[in-house]
Every structure is written in structure tokens, then in C-alpha cells.
């Protein structure tokens, strides 16, 4: 079945520095892929929608220049979360939806495992 | 997209049948009923969707009712790796083409 791999899995970094986090469709294009971030038990809430070679469609009180968002091919998507703090801790979960398997009401989108951020 | 309500929890014991409820009474004719689940410290994953037939998978049974207003996912025989938060998100036909997941209802599969 379609496979989405996010790396790292986990990552800690100290407050103030800058990390990326990948997000790739392993065996299908994806024209738009999303963001989700996951507080503990809390549902998962949309960040951010990625289009290839174009800029990205953030949700409100999303700060664009805080999760720089770039999809510069059918098959990648990078969320850097930049200067992080401890706030930002955080279950980060990456989409994708196959655009060959048309519109989305009528086809699955695919998950990452997510990525596991701790800010320290 | 139309609001779905879930149940907040639920528990069912391994091997025996577990029937996951979804009421959208504001379903349009053109909203796709979908249905995720999230596995601990994982993605959410696809489980089925379905318009207005019944719908089988190799995972689940997504029974839909006659009016669209309510929905049942149906697992045959929950195993302990069944235990998760199970979403229902209805998808319009032409509409956004956001994923946007409510609180769903957590299940636990007790041994």
C-alpha cells in the first residue's frame, strides 16, 4: 500500500534553534500533502496545506514564519519548525494523498508515523 | 464539512464483535463518510469510506444508515491491536480538501 516516511521519528533540540522535519511519499506523487500537529490527548489539528511549487495554505493563528513549510517536488514536503521553544513541543504528522487516485472524498490520505518534538 | 459526534470511549473484550457509532445528522447528499484510526504514538490510518451502500474492507464494515444520518464502523473480531481512537470525518464531494479529525472515540480491547 502507499507508504509516507517522516524523519526523524523523534528529535529534542534546544529552545532557539531551528529543526526540519521531512515528510516523503515513497511510492506515489502527491501534489498537496498537510501538516498536523498533536498535543497529548488531543486530536489532531491542521497546520498547514502544501502545494507542490507553490506556498503553502496555513490554517488561522498558524504562524507562517515560525513552520516554514516547502514542497519543491511530488514526493517531499518540509516542515522547519524555527526557533523553537518549549511550546512547540509537540506530535508533528505529516499527509499525502495520491493524485492518481482522484479527488480526495473518494480516496484515503496517507499518514506519516509523525515525528515526536521536544523542545528543551 | 458537516459535524460528526462520537461516542468518547468505548471498551470491548478481544474476539468479540465491536460496533463504533457515528451520528451526522447534517450529512449532505454529497458527503463522503470516511472513517481513520490512530494507533498509539502513530499516524492516523485509513479504515474505510463509504457513500450510501453498505461497504466491506479487509479491515472493517462501515453500515451506513438508510437516511445518511448516522453511521456504524463494524470490526468482526477486535484483537488487542485494535485498540485506538477511531475517527468518522465526512468528506464533500468537491469541497475542501482538508482532513479535519474531531475527538473520536478511543477504544480499549480488554485480553
Known amino acids: 500500500g502507499a507508504v509516507v516516511s517522516q524523519h526523524p521519528s523523534r528529535v529534542i533540540c534546544k529552545s532557539g534553534t531551528s529543526v526540519k522535519i521531512e515528510c516523503r511519499s515513497l511510492?506515489?506523487?502527491?501534489?498537496?500533502m498537510f501538516w498536523y500537529r498533536q498535543f497529548p490527548k488531543q486530536s489532531l489539528m491542521l497546520m498547514a496545506t502544501?502545494?507542490?511549487?507553490?506556498?503553502?495554505?496555513?490554517e488561522q493563528g498558524v504562524e507562517k514564519d515560525k513552520f516554514l513549510i516547502n514542497h519543491a517536488s511530488l514526493t517531499l514536503s518540509t516542515l522547519t519548525v524555527t526557533s523553537a521553544h518549549p511550546e512547540d513541543s509537540s506530535f508533528y504528522i505529516c499527509?499525502?494523498?495520491?493524485?492518481?487516485?482522484?479527488?480526495?472524498?473518494?480516496?484515503?490520505?496517507?499518514f506519516g508515523n509523525g515525528t515526536r518534538l521536544t523542545v528543551t | 464539512d458537516a459535524k460528526t459526534t462520537q461516542p468518547n470511549s468505548m471498551e470491548s473484550n478481544e474476539e468479540e464483535p465491536v460496533h463504533l457509532p457515528c451520528n451526522h445528522s447534517?450529512?449532505?447528499?454529497?458527503?463522503?463518510i470516511h472513517w481513520y484510526r490512530q494507533l498509539p504514538s502513530q499516524g492516523p490510518e485509513y479504515v474505510i469510506h463509504?457513500?450510501?451502500s453498505n461497504v466491506n474492507n479487509r479491515m472493517a464494515s462501515l453500515a451506513i444508515a438508510e437516511d445518511r444520518k448516522s453511521s456504524t464502523l463494524i470490526l468482526h473480531r477486535a484483537t488487542l491491536r485494535d485498540a485506538a481512537v477511531y475517527y468518522c470525518?465526512?468528506?464533500?464531494?468537491?469541497?475542501?480538501?482538508?482532513?479535519?479529525f474531531g475527538k473520536g472515540t478511543k477504544l480499549t480491547v480488554n485480553p
Open positions: 499527509s499525502a494523498r495520491n493524485r492518481e487516485l482522484g479527488r480526495s472524498y473518494n480516496s484515503p490520505l496517507h
Open positions: 502544501s502545494n507542490e511549487g507553490s506556498k503553502a495554505t496555513y
Open positions: 463509504g457513500l450510501t
Open positions: 511510492d506515489f506523487q502527491a501534489t498537496t
Open positions: 470525518i465526512l468528506r464533500a464531494q468537491g469541497g475542501s480538501e482538508k482532513l479535519v
Open positions: 447534517t450529512i449532505s447528499g454529497t458527503d463522503y
